[in-house]
C-alpha cells in the first residue's frame, strides 16, 4: 500500500477529500484490476509486459510497483538492474523445473507469496566456451 496525506481539500472524482486525512493506495488491486488488464488479470503471465507497460493495459499510470510522484522509489532502477543481472546469471548456468510437488497456494501476505513456498529442479547447463 502507498500512503498519502492530503495536504489540501481537493475534488477527485466524485469525492471532496479534505485537508489533513490519509489516503492508502492498495496497490495489489491495481495491479489485479481487469478493468485495467483484461479478465485474466490474476494470471502470472509476464509475457504481457513483452511490449511494455503501455501495451499490457489501459491505463499504465496505474502500474506503480516502485510507486509514483516525488516520493517515488529511488532504488527502482537499482533493483531493476540487480534483478536482470541475477535472472541473467541464473539462466545461462541453470535450467529450472517446478517440482510435481509443489502446491500452488498463492497467499497474500503484505506481499503476494506461495504459501508452501516454491520447489523448483535446478540442473546445471553446461555452457560450452566459444
Ligand atoms: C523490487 C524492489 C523494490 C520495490 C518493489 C520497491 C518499492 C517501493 C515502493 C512502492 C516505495 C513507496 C513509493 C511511494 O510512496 O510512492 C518505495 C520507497 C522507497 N524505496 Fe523502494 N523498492 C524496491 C527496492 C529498493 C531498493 C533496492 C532501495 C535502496 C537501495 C529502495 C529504497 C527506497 C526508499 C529510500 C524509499 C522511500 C522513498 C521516499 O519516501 O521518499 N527500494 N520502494
Known sequence: MTPREVLAEMKLGEF??????????F??????????????????????????????????QAYIPFGLGSRIC???????????????????NFSFDVSPNYRHCPVYNMLLMPKYGVRLLVSKVLNTPK
Open 16 to 25: 471532496v477529500l479534505p485537508k489533513g486525512i490519509y489516503m492508502w493506495l
Open 27 to 60: 496497490v495489489t488491486l491495481l495491479h489485479r484490476d481487469t478493468d485495467n488488464w483484461g479478465p485474466d488479470a490474476t494470471e502470472f503471465k509476464p509475457e504481457r509486459f513483452a511490449n511494455g507497460v503501455s501495451a499490457a493495459c489501459k491505463y499504465p
Open 74 to 92: 529511488p532504488g527502482q532502477n537499482f533493483a531493476i538492474t540487480e534483478m536482470k543481472v541475477v535472472l541473467t546469471l541464473l539462466l545461462f
